[in-house]
């Protein structure tokens, strides 16, 4: 992690310094000249290497011939398949507006127009599809490859296993022949397709030297700008729009398992490799074929790669195969510290104890529901010494959102469905859909909060106070820090009822930070372990080596989320680790010595025996 | 007799080279797939084909002259076993299964290689070697054995007793026992006697044979009967209500639930207890529809204890949806996995 944080720091001061000799009319020339000399030379040390030599073809293509056009009785099954399984999305017309399009985000795919972003195809091309090529990741069947994998972080899933393969082409030739209006993907007049040869081209290894090329190639591409300086999807591409004029966002790198083309293979550089070569139709990626050698390319896919989320050791995260997202443990465990614990994230004691990370899901279970939550996961780490616990908690978040203002309903009202906090109706057209309304919604605070049940010691098991707020049988303490810098502590007593306020705690629980950069937010909270008295009536106390519940909530102010209108997780654990007893040194050697003893009786009774002796 | 032996033989080298392989990822782990719903069957035939293979390669080695201690084929077969149920078995099987596979796997081996007194004698004698040790080598291992067992026992006790932070196991019901009735929308339903209103045949009856011949069953992706479109405008009667269930599912439902009805929609991913995964014959396959219609009307917060209520965010779906908007979603979730509820009696 050292070498991309320095890279990633490094870049940062290049961006800033990039824009500010742009604010400024005297322009540092040496900058300038200096990234350009460094491009020069990358590219005359790689230059003409690559797999296409027309000289019209963009490094790595070749021309490929139009796939022929599926029979009949092909197209025909395929209807049944469409009409069974993707039409509640993808509408009778194909026209992306079925029933569940309108709270989607994003939304499913238009099919009139034959703009299909994951391709191997150059840019504003139709993708491969070949009625007759069934092979799964051949690089030559794009739409096959893409409704056999799904596209992960969109609604879309994967279908192996449920279509056969037979199934999967037959919809594809209804989809691309019937429901395809504007194009024809056997029409040699208008058509050609131009292939990324995937198989004929070999990845640069991803070692120190690529890395630092691709750093200074996503800068000198142009790649943060909408990327965000540290590849969060945070760039000044606030509100970029696709061809269909819907909001869209920059893909965030450092979760690769969320990229459309990962294919169900997140860590693997070619997926990146063929985005970035063939650009994302219908959206404002473009293709970098003609202005990158393939070299250049790989060097940028290696850093871009590099960025995805890796565990302490720095091996890629496992992913889990059923939900192709990072495998999830239901536990934050909290280690001892002796003394003060610091407020810096980059600490020993902090980059010691591991990230746990905990998926966010939306709140649909109770009105307004939260169909489309912008913060689907955060990553937790806790350490505790003899008086406070500490909870560090990290997320990615496109933009830092403060309400202007005065909110006009109190911290402790959950209910503010009165206030124009509504969940989307269930069929509004394209004007009024989930898509359409993304980035204009009125902007409120980023939060974050997490409860544990009150009394815990007390709850025969396995009650627990409801994932929402507690109950009234069982109430949750609830902590919730806004961003426009509160840190407040209530009582929660149902779904539906807003939170009682508890003054006396909030001078005892501490925000040690709370910072916005580059995409991410970093907020630090303690609490006390205990109260002064042994009195634990309003709060929850922490006994080491237990497990206490433990629910987490998000709100992202530029998604409209306020009240319920929120990202929730699963009931987690969090335990405080006891120091190691001495018993568990004692017993194993105890054992051991046993093994010996053991070992020595039995040697003397062979030896015995062989000589005929009986004991 | 030769030529089938090889042909084993060939085919337990490529399996276990292959899975070797998938193990240390030096082919990608997904070499050779699990098919959801024919996993016991297709783990079954795997080991089969592996039992056979490996009674191939050992008759070739055989006939080779290559004598493979019976000693060295009882353990290795063994360690294959607790192999293949770690790595191979997706979801993973918890360690406490595993050990009572392994225990019966151990028995079963040591069955085979004690069947008769000569195989028994075969069996034990490398150990008798090594404890006797007659031959330097022996020495050298039986000191090795000396030292290694206490230390590699003690240093397993040690990591089972140091404190570990492992999620604690509670034990959820999944389908609790329903009550004799519910209230939705300020009428009472009887479980044993309602009947979903809109699963009728065109004479306006209520027919469960009527309406399942409208979907056919190929593999796990169930498509309609040809000429049984919902979407077709001129649908009537259960049809048309099976497209008003999917429109209502597909605005509410596939979030948790996915889109093929599976369990796996969007947002399933953060969320324990699981959504339940309709296409599996566990689920509503062998429920009743008047138990749907109590579990949708009142969600997780519904549940008895015993289904952890507090846990599961399953939406009371009566704060959303209308008594017959419920019956019909839960007459498009039996269309769309082609099952049958199950019937009281």
């Not at chain 1, 944080?5 to 490094?10: E, P, R, Y």
């Not at chain 1, 039409?87 to 499913?108: I, K, M, S």
């Not at chain 1, 998604?559 to 007893?581: C, E, H, W």
């Not at chain 2, 809109?198 to 190929?218: C, F, H, M, T, W």
Request: hydrophobic share 40%; proline share 6%; charged share 20%.
């Amino acid at each position: 992690m050292g070498l991309i944080g320095n890279l990633t720091n490094n870049l940062g001061e290049q961006v800033v310094r990039l824009t500010m000799s742009k604010l400024r009319t005297n322009v540092k020339p040496t900058l300038v000249i200096g990234a350009a000399l460094g491009a020069l030379l990358f590219s005359a040390s790689v230059g003409g290497v690559g797999v296409g030599h027309a000289a019209d073809l963009p490094a790595g293509f070749k021309s490929g011939e139009l796939a022929p056009a599926p029979p009949a009785d092909m197209i025909e099954a395929g209807k049944r398949v469409y009409f069974t399984k993707c039409v509640w999305c993808h509408g009778v017309d194909g026209a992306g507006d079925g029933p569940g399009a309108d709270r989607l985000w994003p939304r499913p795919r238009n099919f009139n127009q034959g703009t299909f972003k994951i391709r191997h195809t150059a840019s504003g091309e139709l993708p491969l599809f070949n009625y007759n090529e069934r092979q799964v990741d051949s690089g030559k069947n794009d739409l096959f490859d893409t409704v056999t994998h799904g596209l992960p972080g969109s609604a879309m899933p994967p279908w192996e296993g449920i279509l056969s393969e037979e199934q999967r082409s037959q919809v594809l030739s209804f989809v691309t022949t019937q429901l395809v209006k504007d194009r024809k993907f056997t029409d040699k007049q208008s058509e050609t397709q131009t292939i990324l040869q995937m198989s004929d081209l070999k990845p640069v290894e991803a070692n120190e030297e690529s890395l630092k090329r691709g750093a200074a190639l996503i800068v000198d591409k142009k790649c943060i700008e909408c990327h965000g300086v540290e590849g969060r999807g945070d760039g000044n591409a606030f509100n970029l729009k696709d061809d269909w004029g819907f909001s869209i966002q920059p893909a965030n790198w450092h979760k690769c398992w969320n990229f459309r083309g990962s294919r169900q293979d997140p860590y693997n550089v070619r997926n990146i490799f063929r985005t970035f070569s063939t650009g994302v139709n219908g959206t404002p990626m473009p293709s970098f074929a003609d202005n990158t050698t393939v070299e250049e390319r790989w060097d940028i896919a290696n850093i871009v790669n590099s960025l995805c989320e890796r565990d302490v050791e720095g091996k890629p995260l496992s992913i889990d195969p059923l939900t192709d997202k990072p495998k999830i443990n239901f536990v934050v465990p909290s280690a001892p510290i002796e003394g003060e614990i610091s407020n810096d994230p980059e600490n020993e004691m902090w980059k010691k104890q591991g990230r746990r990370y905990v998926a966010m899901g939306g709140q649909i279970t109770h009105k307004p529901r939260n169909f489309v939550n912008r913060i689907d996961d955060i990553w937790v780490r806790s350490l505790y010494n003899e008086k406070t616990v500490v909870y560090l908690i990290q997320w990615d978040d496109r933009t830092k959102s403060v309400a202007e203002g005065k909110l006009p309903w109190a911290p402790t009202q959950v209910n503010v469905e009165n206030f124009g906090v509504k969940e989307q109706a269930p069929k509004t057209g394209e004007e009024g859909s989930i898509a359409a309304a993304q980035n204009n919604y009125a902007v409120y605070n980023d939060a974050i909060g997490f409860q544990f049940p009150i009394k815990w010691q007390e709850i025969p098991a396995p009650f627990k106070p409801r994932f929402l707020f507690g109950d009234a049988k069982f109430n949750a303490d609830i902590l919730k820090w806004e961003a426009d810098g509160s840190l407040r502590s209530f009582k929660g007593t149902g779904w539906d009822q807003d939170f009682e306020e508890r003054d006396d705690f909030e001078e005892k629980v501490k925000l040690l930070k709370a910072e916005w950069k580059n995409g991410q937010w970093t907020v630090m909270i303690s609490r006390p372990l205990r109260g002064d008295k042994d009195d634990y009536d309003d709060y929850t106390r922490f006994d080491v080596g237990k497990y206490i519940p433990m629910v987490f909530f998000a709100w992202d102010g530029h998604n409209g989320d306020a009240g319920r209108k929120m990202a929730v997780s699963a009931f987690y654990y969090t335990i405080l680790q006891p120091p190691i007893p001495q018993e568990v040194y004692i017993y194993p050697a105890v054992i051991a010595v046993g093994v010996v003893l053991l070992e020595g009786w039995m040697l003397t009774r062979r030896a015995n025996k062989k000589k005929g002796k009986v004991l | 007799m030769k030529a089938l032996m090889s042909v084993g033989a060939l085919i337990g080298v490529v399996g276990l080279l292959t899975l070797i392989g998938m193990i240390f990822g030096v082919v990608p782990s997904n070499t050779v797939r699990l098919v959801e719903g024919y996993m016991p069957m297709q783990v079954l035939s795997e080991l089969a084909i592996f039992v056979a293979g490996f009674a191939g390669l050992s008759y070739l080695l055989n006939s080779m002259g290559i004598v493979f201690p019976r000693f060295w084929q009882g353990i290795l077969f063994w360690v294959f076993i607790q192999t293949y149920l770690k790595f191979r078995i997706y979801p993973p099987i918890p360690f406490s299964v595993r050990a009572m596979y392994g225990t019966v796997s151990f028995v079963a081996v040591f069955m085979w290689v004690s069947a008769n007194e000569e195989d028994w004698k075969k069996f034990k004698q490398p150990i008798l070697n090594v404890l006797d040790a007659n031959t330097g080598f022996h020495k050298a291992l039986r000191t090795m054995y000396l030292i290694l067992l206490p230390l590699l026992i003690g240093g397993f006790s040690f990591l089972t007793m140091r404190p570990s932070v492992d999620e604690p196991i509670e034990l959820r019901t999944v389908h609790p026992a329903p009550p004799a009735s519910t209230k939705v929308h300020g009428k009472t339903y009887t479980l044993q006697t309602s009947q979903n209103p809109y699963r009728v045949n065109p004479e306006g009856k209520y027919d469960q044979a009527y309406s399942n011949k409208l979907i056919v069953e190929q593999s796990m992706g169930r498509l309609m009967a040809p000429n049984a479109n919902p979407w077709d405008e001129k649908a009537e009667g259960y049809l048309k209500y099976v497209r008003e269930g999917g429109e209502i599912f597909f605005q509410n439902c596939h979030f948790c639930h996915g889109d093929n009805l599976n369990g796996r929609g969007l947002h399933a991913f953060a969320f324990n207890p699981i959504p339940a995964n309709f296409t599996d014959p566990g689920t509503i396959a062998q429920l009743q529809e008047t138990f749907i219609f109590w579990r949708v009307a009142k969600g997780g917060i519904g549940l008895p204890t015993e289904g952890f209520p507090w846990a599961s965010v399953m939406p009371p779906w009566e704060q959303h949806l209308t008594t017959d908007e419920i019956w019909k979603v839960i007459l498009f979730e039996y269309w769309h996995t082609g099952y049958y509820p199950r019937t009281w009696d």
